[in-house]
């Protein structure tokens, strides 16, 4: 029902992360937001010389970053609800939600330094960065970054990604 596109880019073979963890993740987490119409979005996965560039030309900071999100919808509040028909693309009947860009060498370094598993911190990265596409932020310390926490949380949870 969602096309998630996902390449490699600037990668070596052996440090790829799991294009089929990624997609199972976004898939799982549009469907516990209770996404129920098509969604397509793409997802880059780079090294940090690549993420730095991107984050340098499209947010004018000149740093590595673990994870982006482009989305390509704005919504009054966290979550799908109240997308407005000319979202959709026209010809496919998609709404388009945006891009991800994560970094797999700034996923591993996290990952050895969070105690986590390769999976455990793509699946956490993927989770939070779709999110992000569906209108949620932690902007506000408080409420917004605890809310949105939870929400990635539960359906790491349900996904079977954490314990």
């Given at each position: 029902m969602h096309r998630v596109y996902a390449r490699h880019v600037r990668v070596l073979q052996g440090d790829r992360l799991s294009v089929a963890l990624i997609k199972r993740c976004i898939r799982g987490g549009l469907l516990l937001e209770g996404v129920d119409f098509p969604c397509e979005l793409s997802v880059l996965i780079t090294d940090d010389?690549?993420?730095?560039?991107i984050n340098r030309r499209f947010r004018?900071?000149?740093e590595v970053t673990d994870v982006l999100s482009f989305p390509m919808q704005e919504f009054d509040s966290p979550g799908w609800a109240g997308v407005a028909d000319e979202a959709f693309d026209t010809q496919s009947g998609f709404l388009l939600l945006g891009d991800i860009v994560l970094s797999a060498?700034?996923?591993s370094r996290q990952a050895k330094e969070n105690?986590?598993?390769l999976d455990q911190e793509t699946a956490y990265l993927t989770v939070h960065s779709l999110l992000h596409l569906l209108g949620y932020d932690h902007?506000?310390?408080?409420?917004d970054k605890a809310f949105m926490r939870e929400r990635e949380e539960t359906i790491l949870r349900m996904l079977g990604a954490r314990n």
């Open positions: 010389v690549g993420i730095r560039d004018d900071v000149d060498d700034r996923v105690g986590n598993t902007i506000d310390e408080g409420t």
